[in-house]
């Protein structure tokens, strides 16, 4: 099955950025509707930012013009640019792809990257 990988979260200071990443773990594949999700300790897991498979996106309240997501169909990874960051927005950020397709037959849906730990802290 394919899997998504997600890289790039960690510990960063109040107004700092980080770019989060998610790829795809296989070539040959097609990735439809793209999310960002987040789960801070105690809370319920939140969309923060989508993005369609023609580039329309939307974004969360909370993260508007402060986040930015984005997306490489050539690498099949999607990206989170977070400035401005504040200490809510520390949780565990995941990935998510709606339907992915493989040019072996294969098509998965509902699929999840690992997660990757955000702390925004002084």
């Known amino acids: 099955q394919v899997q998504l990988l997600e890289s790039g979260g960690g510990l960063v200071q109040p107004g700092g950025s980080l770019r989060l990443s998610c790829a795809a773990s296989a070539s040959g594949v097609r990735i439809n509707n793209m999310g960002w999700y987040r789960q801070a300790p105690g809370k319920q897991r939140e969309l923060v930012a989508s993005i369609t498979s023609g580039g329309s996106t939307k974004y969360a309240d909370s993260v508007k013009g402060r986040f930015t997501i984005s997306r490489d169909n050539a690498k099949n990874t999607v990206y989170l640019q977070m400035n401005s960051l504040r200490s809510e927005d520390t949780a565990d950020y995941y990935c998510?792809?709606?339907?992915?397709?493989?040019?072996?037959?294969?098509?998965?849906?509902?699929?999840w990257g690992q997660g990757t730990q955000v702390t925004v802290s002084s």
């Open positions: 998510n792809a709606d339907r992915i397709s493989t040019n072996w037959g294969v098509v998965s849906f509902d699929v």
